[in-house]
């Protein structure tokens, strides 16, 4: 079984800011793959916001467009997944710009699986737009159904932390297998709704995962506009989901 995780956004919990500018930070989710050119405009610091000045440093904290993870936090998911994912150290600092003595690092998932299959799911649909800069896209409602949300067990297969690509709910979410969730709660990783409902598992399936059954409408959008700057970011980006499902999508 897997579970997605929603960031827990409280008035009791730290939250950053950066100067974004005009960097173009076109994403799928705040822990997915960033865009090779925007990697120059990645902060070295983000200050605490004032409304929540007096909010507690979580293992996980929002940073606007961003995530960041505390050491401890990045030792579990290396203990699961050495070397998979990346890790940018980033400054920490109270809303009067002195610096946080805790260690913290913009986390970045790089293990990208479609796994949701909305074909075996009840109550699921694609009527959801989002991204204005980009707003044909749409995605999944999970959270609208008493039904269960079922997943392809081969296309979960040796996942431990991994975000969507294709299939994936608007929100802050990053997704999780059954040991990696047992270990979060264990050493009480902070920073997440880690009970239900707010927390969602998924049912499995033995059944393999279908790019043009399971996500045909993001399939039509993609290639509708294929050569456009924002659709090859996402590409790029994307890549070992889209090697694996899409390989004529890659230019090289």
């Given at each position: ?87 940018i150290p980033i400054e920490l600092r109270d809303h009067k710009g002195k610096p946080h003595d805790a260690e913290y690092y913009i986390f970045i998932c790089h293990d990208l ?140």
């Amino acid at each position: 079984m897997a579970w997605q995780l929603k960031l827990r956004l409280l008035l009791s919990q730290a939250e950053f800011d950066w100067d974004i500018g005009g960097s173009p930070f076109f994403r799928r989710g705040p822990f997915h793959p960033i865009p090779e050119r925007a990697r120059q405009h990645l902060p070295k610091f983000a200050t605490q916001t004032k409304v929540r000045k007096n909010g507690k440093l979580t293992d996980v904290v929002s940073l606007c467009l961003l995530r960041a993870v505390s050491v401890r936090f990045k030792s579990l998911i290396e203990r699961f997944q050495p070397g998979v994912h990346e890790f940018i150290p980033i400054e920490l600092r109270d809303h009067k710009g002195k610096p946080h003595d805790a260690e913290y690092y913009i986390f970045i998932c790089h293990d990208l699986r479609d796994v949701v299959m909305p074909s075996r799911c009840l109550d699921r649909d694609w009527n959801v737009k989002e991204w204005p800069v980009f707003p044909h896209f749409e995605s999944m409602r999970f959270g609208t159904s008493d039904q269960p949300i079922v997943a392809s067990a081969p296309a979960l297969k040796g996942a431990s932390f991994f975000v969507q690509f294709l299939v994936r709910e608007i929100g802050d979410h990053v997704c999780v297998s059954e040991a990696a969730y047992a270990a979060l709660k264990t050493e009480k990783i902070t920073g997440f709704d880690m009970k239900e409902p707010w927390v969602a598992h998924w049912d499995e399936v033995d059944a393999p995962w279908d790019a043009d059954r399971e996500a045909g409408p993001m399939i039509k959008v993609i290639e509708e506009h294929l050569e456009s700057e924002v659709i090859q970011d996402l590409i790029a980006m994307n890549r070992p989901c889209v090697k694996r499902n899409k390989p004529h999508w890659l230019k090289t």
